[in-house]
């Protein structure tokens, strides 16, 4: 196993928002009190004093702070609970620790704080840069607001990101193509890139079914995708994952130990992990609501309510879904320890001839730049 698939980072949720956005399925909760963040961090620490117990020294190339809205917190509760994760594993000079953070006015004002914390990547949750996509979208703040608060991440964090959403209502390839060259302009290393999805559950879904909210069809959503990858391209961000470009060098340290299929702890409500320990990999999970979250750590020490060892079967195919997302593929022969198996070979012939992925002669499988657009479909042919 190389080193990159064996890093080791850590995800810290922070579940509260200001309101919910109505396209939002993750782990998030609006309260009209501020919670009690010395309360939720001294949790947050216990949580994962419980994960060291289990995984013994690690070091740690990563921290990830998400939501939710992790920059309602205060930059002390940021600081206290990276204090505890340098204590807890050996936190490397180098790590990658990034915060989430909305463009408000009031949370760009604390960002000298959270990089006097510690933080040295900023993700800002942008969204669109004009004011009627933003309002659709539920957003608190304006474009002029979001691009005053990327200037000050710009001045303040050495490593900024943001995320904006495509394949809106009404949005077409010329109108977004303008968008995202203005989003390239701002000279920050890291763009990701999604296209809106409608979630079960959500106030979008519920307006989809009714008819009351149009999306692109599946012919325009395509044309936005070709206007998203060559954009990016022609701007020097290269595609390294199917919703994330980058400068070479400025990729998501974070999210590649995900992609790569490495180890990583997740403490808060909600928060997803996988632990490689007693010689299996584990699969945790944690209680999604904020308060019964507080009150079951408080009680037991932990979260948890799932903690499930993966058979082989379930490795190898969480291994090729996230694997085949990178634009680099996986290792053909750790799939092979894996899984016990190797992939069929007439599949891989009829997709290679189709153009939809490749091999390389490093032994990496890989997707193209034409298989990108369908990628579900590969990932399940290759894993049937």
Not at 177 to 200: F, K, M, N, V, W
Not at 244 to 270: K, T
Not at 300 to 321: C, K, N, P, S, T
């Amino acid at each position: 196993m190389s080193a990159a698939d064996s890093a080791f980072g850590v995800y810290v949720h922070w579940p509260f928002c200001l309101a919910k956005c109505p396209y939002c399925d993750f782990n998030s909760h609006v309260r009209h009190e501020a919670p009690d963040e010395a309360r939720f961090a001294r949790a947050i620490a216990t949580e994962l004093a419980h994960f060291a117990e289990r995984t013994g020294p690690r070091d740690a190339v990563s921290v990830f702070f998400g939501g939710g809205t992790p920059s309602l917190m205060k930059p002390e509760t940021v600081s206290s609970v990276l204090e505890t994760i340098a204590k807890l594993w050996t936190l490397k000079n180098d790590a990658e620790i990034t915060l989430e953070a909305n463009p408000t006015s009031v949370e760009a004002e604390r960002f000298r704080g959270y990089r006097a914390a510690g933080v040295n990547r900023v993700s800002l949750g942008v969204q669109a840069l004009d004011d009627v996509s933003l309002k659709g979208l539920g957003r608190m703040h304006t474009a002029e607001e979001a691009l005053k608060a990327v200037g000050i991440a710009k001045q303040t964090f050495p490593r900024v990101s943001f995320d904006l959403i495509y394949a809106r209502p009404g949005q077409t390839p010329e109108a977004w193509r303008e968008e995202l060259s203005c989003a390239l302009a701002e000279g920050i290393e890291h763009h990701s890139l999604y296209q809106l999805t409608i979630e079960d559950g959500t106030p979008f879904a519920n307006l989809y079914r009714a008819g009351k909210l149009k999306i692109p069809d599946s012919d325009l959503a395509r044309a936005l995708w070709d206007v998203t990858q060559e954009t990016c391209e022609a701007a020097g961000f290269s595609a390294y994952e199917i919703s994330n470009h980058a400068r070479p060098g400025a990729e998501s340290r974070h999210n590649l130990v995900y992609w790569r299929s490495g180890e990583y702890a997740g403490a808060g409500p909600g928060a997803h992990g996988r632990l490689n320990v007693f010689g299996g990999r584990f699969a945790t999970a944690t209680e999604r609501h904020p308060e019964r979250w507080l009150a079951r750590v408080e009680a037991e020490g932990h979260g948890l309510v799932e903690d499930e060892q993966l058979g082989a079967i379930e490795r190898a195919d969480e291994f090729l879904v996230m694997g085949l997302r990178l634009r680099e593929g996986i290792e053909r022969e750790r799939f092979r320890l894996l899984a016990g198996r190797d992939f069929d070979a007439a599949r891989v012939s009829s997709l290679s001839e189709e153009g939809l992925i490749e091999s390389t002669p490093e032994g990496r499988l890989r997707v193209t730049a034409a298989g990108f657009p369908v990628l579900d479909a590969i990932v399940a042919d290759l894993a049937a």
